[in-house]
Every structure is written in structure tokens, then in C-alpha cells.
């Protein structure tokens, strides 16, 4: 139900014609906020299934039944009847008390709360309110919110100024309100990597957006004063993007946390800068906060990614993903170091097996390598792992109060290892450096000598990846008549994304439409496309007394899309 909620004073009230945003949209003149606000609303074709009018004793002589400024005008309840019968609308006279002292403050609490039923949405009159009124009726609301599930629709002020053309404006303040909510929103995301509520109300600033925003979000007025922020699609990816973090690392994805974090902080910084930065100045603290912390969450360094990765998790107590995640991220280093494939279950066994005979040797920390303390950390962690893993039903379980402090400790030697992790240690078999890069192939010939050295050479790739046998079907034979292109791709998008890692080379060449959408594609992951440029020779050969002339290309270098 829709309800409209005000308070009315014992003050003598001038006439006067208010309005909203601008005052060709203002009312009749009145002599009370609350029936040219209902007036206003009413244009607008937003009519209030009951309004309530909160009132004392005093109040109540001299402004509902008659009118203390012009005795010869009528007072707000013939008004008010008038507007009834015309709309539909119930009205709802209520007697509060003075409020002057505690218990009556409480009273009127209570009562403004029993105005408000299950689901209501509530547009809220504060002109008139007197003292900690507004403050009251606010925290009233906010509390109705959580247990009456109702919804704060729009709050008004009437800010009557005894201006000379009697015209007198009508302030919005309901973006406080939804400031209000982003800081709590923000707050709880930072405290517990929850970005349900954050989504929430990203939803509802897109539906205001596309409510008032027809053709150009650059030719905004009236839209401004409701909205924090100018685009809808930048508001929608943060909160997608901030949802997909969250869901990611408690559902412990390792290989998609890295991406993840750098789509949150690449869709921060663009929404930042699409902010309406005045309405928004008061929550720019919170939301440099929130770049603070994936900027520092997100790097390229795959050990200190999973020390922050494990920190986020200990950071917003989600312990068991912080010791999954830190565990499966440091055996992903020691397999990298040892040019393993980390994605092959039985490599990932034997780093685990070495690293528990690593842990029962006698051999001094002190004097072994790096690599060799990833493998010891690895073992040490095992047994909190199973414990929390395992539920406690195990022999000798752990309390539920160690699990924090054992995580804070595991990621306090993690992070010892990150300054000084510079050794790279190279398999011997494949001679893969860790710092190297990868080159996917979504190309449809065998790449030359010359291009595999270039590659090598002049950007640090270290291994090429070819695209499975159907994939590369699928991308050399792209049907010219095929309307969606996106769905025909989705196969060779998430061989991208289970591939690579971030700054790894993208080798596309193809289908136009195709290798435009991949491109894009991969710079949206952090994907780094490029294409060869070539040459072209013509070689004449004689044969038989004739001269056949044939054209070679040369490759030149990778260019950056």
C-alpha cells in the first residue's frame, strides 16, 4: 500500500504556490504543504492509497478543523476531504502526544510505526515537523524497514521562504536516504564481502536512471536531484562485478579470482569517475575504501594474490575458504615453479606428496630456497585444513576459535615469502621460467618460425597454447549466415578464460565480426590480443619457359590491437 505520511504544526501558515523541481509544476495556492504536495503527486499520476496526517491536540484546533492563519479559509481537513473524495485516497487523522519527555517521545514512536503495515511504501512530508521530530520519524522508518519490510519511497520538504512572488520550492531529500543506504551497503561489503544489498540498490538507481533518463544522460536536470550517479550500465557492472568477487571466493574459484578482482577495480574507478560527485561527496570516502582495497587485492604477483586473496577471506571471517584458497595457491606457485601443469590433479598430488616429506625431513628452513618454503607451507597447513574441511569430526578437533588465528598466522608467513620471491625456479624438462608469459592461438594456421621467435624475443612468451581440435574448427569455419555470433562463441570464451592468466598474449586472427568480439573479449579479462603484420614478396619462378610469380607473406611483428 502507498502511504502518504506528514505532520502538521500549530504555526500560522502563509499562502503560497509551491512546486517541485520548477515552478511551472507548482501547485494551487495553499495555505498547507500537505495538500499542494498531494496535488503535485496527483498530476504526476501518483495518488496515495491513505494519507496520514500526524497532529497534537493543539495542532489539531487550529490547522486540521480550522485554519490559524485566515479564519475565513478552511482548515487541512476539508481540504484534505476534498482531495479524498476525488482521488479515493483514505484520510487518517492522528493525535500524538507533545513529546516533552521521554515516555511521550517513546509513545510517539510506537505510533508512528503502527502507521506503517507490512510491505508499505511511504512517502514522507517532513516540513512541519518540530525538534527531533524528523530525526524520529526517520529512525522510525528505518526500523519499519527492517521489520515491517517497508519501503521509504520519497521524502519531501516544503522550504517556505516568504519569497515576494509567493512561489515557494518543494526539496526532494530522498538521495539522503539513499546515501544513506549505500554507506551501510559499502560498510557491509567491506566488513563481510556481502554485496547483496549493494546489488539491490544498484537496481534501484538503474530503475530511477531509466525512469527519468529518455535519450541522453548529459542532458539530465529534474533526474539529478534523484540519482548519485549518471550511468546505468557502469552502476549495473560494478554491482554484477562486486557480486561475481564475492560468489567466487566463497565458492573458493582460485583460477578466477585474480580476473575477478580486476574487473571490480577497473568498474570502481569508472563509476567514480560517472559520479555525480557533489550528491555523492559524502559517501567518496567509503568508495575510495573500496578501490583501496582492490587495488591492493588485485596484482600480478600470484603469491601476494593469494595472501590477499586468504586476507580477504580472514578479513570477512570466511575462514575455511581462507585456508582452501591460500593452500591451492601456493601449490599453483610450486607447480608453476616446477613447470607443471596446475591444472592436472595428479601434478598438483605429487607437489602435495613432496611437500609433506619436505616437512618431515630434518632439513634447516634457514638454508633452503623459496621454493622450497612454499612446499613447507603447503604441508604445514594441511592438517587445519582437513580439521575445518572435515567438520571436526576427527580425533583431537580444533575449536572453532583457532581457526582465525591459525589463518592470520598461515598468511603471515605467506607474505614473509612475497619480497622475497625472485628466485624462479626452472624445470629442467621444459625450461619454463615462472615469469613467463602464455600465447593462446585462436588462429587458424600453424604459427612460423619467425612469429614463434618474435614471440618469444620481444614479449616473454614462454609456451603457445593451441585451441583444442573442435574449438579450432568452430573458429576456422565461422558460418557467414549466423546472426548470433556471441553464442557460437561462448565455447572459445571459456577456453580463454580457463586458460589464461592475466597479461598473457591472445594471438586473433579470423572472421572479422569473430575476432572483433574475441578482441574485445579479451581485454575485458585482462587479456593482452594481438595480431601478426606481414610482408608481402613475390617470388618468380621459370617452369618450362614460363614465369609463375607467387606471393609469400613475411611476418613482421605482433601488433597490439
Known amino acids: 500500500m502507498l502511504k502518504f505520511l506528514s505532520l502538521l504544526g500549530n504555526g500560522k501558515y502563509e499562502p503560497c504556490y509551491y512546486y517541485l523541481n520548477e515552478p511551472a509544476n507548482r501547485a494551487s495556492e495553499c495555505h498547507y504543504i500537505q495538500h499542494s504536495l498531494l496535488e503535485i503527486l496527483e498530476k504526476q499520476g501518483v495518488v496515495p492509497d491513505e494519507v496520514t496526517v500526524l497532529m497534537t491536540d493543539v495542532a489539531y ?24 473524495r476525488r482521488s479515493g485516497a483514505k484520510v487518517k487523522p492522528v493525535l500524538i502526544p507533545a513529546g516533552t519527555n521521554e515516555t511521550e517521545i517513546w509513545q510517539l514512536f510506537i505510533q508512528i510505526l503502527d502507521c506503517i503495515d507490512e510491505g508499505d511504501q511511504v512517502i514522507l512530508d517532513i516540513t512541519h515537523s518540530f525538534r527531533y521530530i524528523p530525526m524520529l520519524t526517520l529512525i522510525a522508518l528505518n526500523y519499519a524497514r527492517v521489520v515491517k519490510g517497508c519501503k521509504i519511497r520519497d521524502i519531501y520538504y516544503g522550504a517556505y521562504n516568504n519569497s515576494p512572488d509567493k512561489h515557494e520550492p518543494i526539496f526532494v531529500l530522498t538521495p539522503f536516504v539513499t546515501l544513506f543506504d549505500w554507506i551501510i551497503g559499502v560498510e557491509r561489503y567491506l566488513a563481510t564481502g556481502d554485496a547483496i544489498m549493494l546489488q539491490k540498490l544498484t537496481r534501484e538507481e538503474v530503475s530511477k536512471l531509466n525512469k527519468e533518463i529518455s535519450v541522453n544522460i548529459s542532458e539530465m536536470d529534474n533526474a539529478d536531484r534523484l540519482v548519485l550517479f549518471r550511468d546505468p550500465k557502469a552502476l549495473k557492472e560494478l554491482s554484477q562485478v562486486m557480486l561475481e568477487f564475492s560468489e567466487i ?67 570477512n571471517r570466511m575462514y575455511q575458504q581462507g585456508f582452501t584458497i591460500l593452500q591451492e595457491g601456493l601449490i599453483t606457485i610450486a607447480c608453476k615453479n616446477e613447470g607443471k601443469d596446475h591444472f592436472d590433479k595428479n601434478k598438483r598430488g605429487e607437489i602435495t606428496s613432496r611437500a609433506y616429506a619436505l616437512l618431515s625431513s630434518e632439513k634447516n628452513q634457514s638454508s633452503e630456497s ?105 573458429w576456422s569455419n565461422v558460418p557467414p549466415e549466423l546472426d548470433n555470433l556471441e553464442e557460437y562463441l561462448i565455447p572459445i570464451k571459456g577456453w580463454l578464460l580457463t586458460n589464461a592468466k592475466l597479461g598473457d598474449y591472445a594471438l586473433v586472427q579470423g572472421d572479422f565480426g569473430a575476432t572483433l568480439i574475441i578482441v574485445e573479449y579479451c581485454k575485458a579479462h585482462g587479456i593482452i ?24 607473406f613475411e611476418h613482421v611483428q605482433f601488433r597490439l590491437y
Request: hydrophobic share 35%; with cysteine.
Open 370 to 474: 623459496k621454493h622450497n618454503q612454499i612446499l613447507k607451507l603447503i604441508a604445514s597447513m594441511a592438517n587445519t585444513r582437513n580439521d575445518i574441511n572435515h567438520a571436526g569430526w576427527r580425533e583431537q578437533a580444533s575449536s572453532y576459535t583457532r581457526f582465525e588465528e591459525t589463518l592470520r598466522e598461515f598468511i603471515g608467513q605467506a607474505a614473509e615469502l612475497i619480497d622475497n620471491n625472485e628466485e624462479k625456479v626452472s624445470s629442467i624438462s621444459s625450461g619454463k621460467a615462472f615469469a613467463e608469459k602464455n600465447m593462446l592461438l585462436i588462429f587458424s594456421h600453424e604459427l612460423t618460425e619467425a612469429q614463434c621467435k618474435d614471440a618469444k624475443t620481444n614479449l616473454d612468451v614462454g609456451t603457445f597454447i593451441e585451441m583444442p581440435t573442435k574449438l579450432a574448427s568452430l
Open 61 to 84: 484546533n487550529e490547522n486540521w478543523i480550522t485554519n490559524k492563519k485566515d479564519s475565513n479559509a478552511p482548515g487541512l481537513r476539508e481540504l484534505l476531504t476534498s482531495y479524498s
Open 249 to 315: 571466493v566463497r565458492t573458493c574459484r582460485g583460477p578466477r579470482i585474480q580476473m575477478a578482482a580486476l574487473k571490480v577495480k577497473e568498474s570502481i574507478d569508472f563509476v567514480l569517475e560517472s559520479a555525480a560527485h557533489e550528491r555523492i561527496k559524502p559517501l567518496s570516502p567509503l568508495m575510495e575504501l573500496l578501490k583501496q582495497r582492490f587495488d591492493s587485492l588485485y596484482t600480478d604477483d600470484e603469491l601476494k594474490m593469494a595472501v590477499e586473496a586468504a586476507q580477504w577471506c580472514l578479513d
Open 529 to 552: 590480443p594481438v595480431y601478426s603484420t606481414t610482408k608481402r614478396q613475390a617470388v618468380e619462378t621459370k617452369v618450362d619457359g614460363k614465369v609463375i610469380t607467387t606471393r609469400q
